[in-house]
């Protein structure tokens, strides 16, 4: 992005921000619903500072343009924001975040605008809660940028799309049924929902309006005898407006969930989640309605996957097996020919062989395909500004590390590969083979049925720190059924809380994803899919039921990279199993190149 273009356009907020005697406005990466993906109207924060990461919170005031992110960003953010005038703040442990610096800096009396469109009660809590001990205003009714962004993009206008009915394991119908019975457990009489997977989920409709994931802009107001859908009517069609009524959902006017909310009286009760639920969708509601906060019934509902649902996506591994024995093959073919490939080759060659699957719709994430130096940014992406090619010099070599997904009909795919090229050293060996130790490690282990996820985050990286070696990401998140790639409420990550509401059951599907990053130098990371299974058992135990995972990724892990040396017996036979029954999966799904492939990778060691 032009650079020029970023300190124009700072220039511009900071007069409109003295204009209307502000202090300070915070710009964060969200929307209405609190995604993760964006439409490109909610994109302020990139607009502003030209960083492209998915995650990160800008500050501005007079004479301060800060922008917070985490590791996995840090090195992209730092060439992105030179020369912008925006300083780079990195989230780690001990360190102020965006929140801790305004209370620090700001004065008695000073105010602070942040939209309450993208702004959740549970960060508006946090907010007001520094604030208050210095008496800084936090201003939330205003969209401060209206009048800077003149040429903000339009709102998307996708049509609404069924998920296709042989996929699916239960009706809209049912699942409201169950969404009410969580309401009358918790005492709601009525529940807001503005997370969009949620209520894709609950509808069984899909969208196209964020990218990578099959959901549209909406909201959802339920009480025992009604539920109303917020959303752009004119992207339902008659079928699907007809198929809501059948299943006991009216449609409504996207911006009209205001106006519904304030109908509500103090005698009724609203269940929402304060961290899916923004403070703007609130702002007509009378002060005296009641709330209960707390996790929606839906986040846990389609979090656990039927077993129907689980077989379709186990097929949905297959394909996409089936797809990455094909690229890998053509893709070292190519390479082995002499041909110069890049980052961006290995992205669209990618998509072609998925597109060709049935049931495809779309990637979903963006591709992380990273060489050396770039494969150490975990969140990498190539761009046609700014990509490598896979060059070594002659007697040198590298690691590539490719991380994608698909989005298909029958289920979601998420994937990490790590493949040589050129000269591969006993260094790389020994860094893969710890990973791999890892990724072995949590893939083989078994935990009480109901812990916290976070909790078994050191079970896989126990290898690694034996090692005296980390990662700065979480070890995996869960995974949704043709919905979002990153789907709660189960997270593995010793830095995440952990609540009752992370438990681990029996259906949820998960990534299983150490990695270890030399910065300059190469990223490793390995990644598959894995679902929560019942741990066979001959006998009864006083010890409860217990839970494993059954690894549904199905590709070769590169054993070219491997020092055997460093594999004990038990990780040499889950590492011969798992390559046995990939085989055996894939073997009928290719043929020729890919499946000559397919045999040789997939060999014991």
């Given at each position: 992005?032009?650079?020029q273009a970023i300190h124009e356009r700072i220039a511009n907020l900071r007069s409109t921000l003295a204009a209307q005697d502000l202090t300070a406005i915070i710009v964060p990466s969200a929307d209405p619903h609190l995604s993760e993906y964006l439409p490109e109207y909610w994109q302020?924060?990139?607009?502003?500072?030209?960083?492209?990461?998915?995650?990160?919170?800008?500050?501005?005031?007079?004479?301060?343009?800060?922008?917070?992110t985490d590791s996995r960003y840090w090195v992209h953010a730092a060439d992105q924001l030179e020369g912008t005038g925006i300083t780079l703040e990195k989230l780690a442990p001990g360190q102020p975040?965006?929140?801790?610096?305004?209370?620090?800096?700001?004065?008695?009396?000073?105010?602070?605008?942040v939209d309450g469109n993208v702004l959740s009660i549970a960060e508006q809590d946090?907010?007001?809660?520094?604030?208050?001990?210095?008496?800084?205003?936090?201003?939330?009714?205003?969209?401060?940028?209206?009048?800077?962004?003149t040429d903000r993009p339009a709102l998307p206008a996708a049509k609404l799309y069924t998920h296709d009915e042989q996929f699916l394991a239960q009706s809209a119908t049912s699942k409201l049924a169950d969404v009410r019975a969580g309401m009358a457990e918790a005492g709601a009489t009525h529940h807001l929902l503005s997370s969009l997977d949620d209520i894709a989920w609950l509808t069984n409709l899909r969208g196209a309006d964020v990218d990578y994931n099959p959901v549209f802009l909406s909201h959802m107001l339920i009480d025992a005898d009604k539920a109303t859908l917020f959303v752009d009517t004119d992207k339902v069609s008659e079928d699907i407006a007809q198929s809501l009524k059948d299943s006991g959902i009216t449609l409504a006017d996207y911006s009209a969930v205001q106006?519904?909310?304030?109908a509500l009286t103090p005698d009724d009760l609203l269940l929402l989640d304060p961290s899916k639920v923004a403070v703007g969708t609130l702002l007509k509601m009378a002060d005296d309605v009641g709330f209960i906060e707390q996790m929606a019934p839906s986040t846990l509902l389609k979090s656990v996957k039927a077993d129907s649902?689980?077989?379709?996506?186990?097929?949905?591994?297959?394909?996409?097996?089936?797809?990455l024995a094909e690229f890998f093959a053509t893709f070292e073919q190519r390479l082995a020919n002499g041909e110069r490939l890049s980052e961006l080759d290995v992205d669209s060659m990618l998509i072609d062989v998925r597109s060709r699957q049935p049931h495809y719709v779309s990637p979903s994430f963006p591709t992380i395909a990273g060489f050396n130096e770039n494969g150490a940014l975990p969140h990498y992406r190539a761009t046609p500004e700014k990509f490598s090619y896979l060059d070594v010099a002659e007697g040198a070599g590298g690691l590539l590390l490719i991380d994608s997904g698909a989005q298909y009909q029958n289920g979601t795919t998420d994937i990490t590969r790590v493949v040589g090229i050129g000269q591969i050293t006993a260094e790389h060996k020994r860094d893969f083979t710890t990973v791999l130790k890892a990724h072995i490690a949590l893939a083989r282990a078994h935990f009480p049925d109901g812990i916290a996820s976070p909790l078994i985050d050191a079970i896989c990286r126990a290898p690694l720190w034996q090692a005296q070696m980390d990662y700065?990401?979480?070890t995996g998140h869960g995974v949704g059924y043709f919905l979002n790639v990153h789907e709660g409420p189960q997270v593995i990550a010793y830095s995440a809380s952990t609540p009752k509401e992370r438990a681990m059951k029996v259906g949820m599907i998960s990534s299983n994803e150490p990695g270890l990053?030399?910065?300059?130098?190469?990223?490793?990371?390995?990644?598959?899919?894995?679902?929560?299974?019942?741990?066979?058992?001959?006998?009864?135990?006083?010890?409860?039921?217990?839970?494993?995972?059954?690894?549904?990724?199905?590709?070769?892990?590169?054993?070219?990279?491997?020092?055997?040396?460093?594999?004990?017996?038990?990780e040499i036979d889950w590492l011969n199993d798992y390559h046995s029954q990939v085989f055996a999966e894939l073997k009928d799904r290719v043929e020729g190149a890919a499946l000559e492939w397919l045999t040789e990778r997939t060999k014991a060691i």
């Open positions: 992005m032009n650079k302020a924060r990139l607009w502003l500072s030209g960083f492209t990461g998915s995650v990160g919170t800008l500050v501005v005031t007079a004479d301060f343009a800060g922008l917070w975040n965006h929140i801790d610096w305004l209370a620090d800096h700001l004065q008695e009396g000073d105010s602070v605008a946090r907010l007001l809660n520094a604030f208050d001990a210095n008496d800084i205003t936090l201003i939330t009714e205003r969209d401060v940028l209206t009048e800077i962004w106006e519904a909310l304030s649902d689980i077989e379709h996506v186990r097929e949905a591994m297959r394909q996409d097996g089936a797809a700065g990401h979480g990053y030399r910065e300059g130098k190469w990223g490793i990371r390995i990644e598959n899919l894995v679902v929560n299974t019942p741990v066979a058992k001959p006998t009864e135990t006083e010890f409860g039921d217990f839970l494993n995972f059954e690894t549904i990724t199905y590709c070769p892990i590169d054993t070219r990279l491997i020092e055997p040396s460093l594999l004990d017996q038990t």
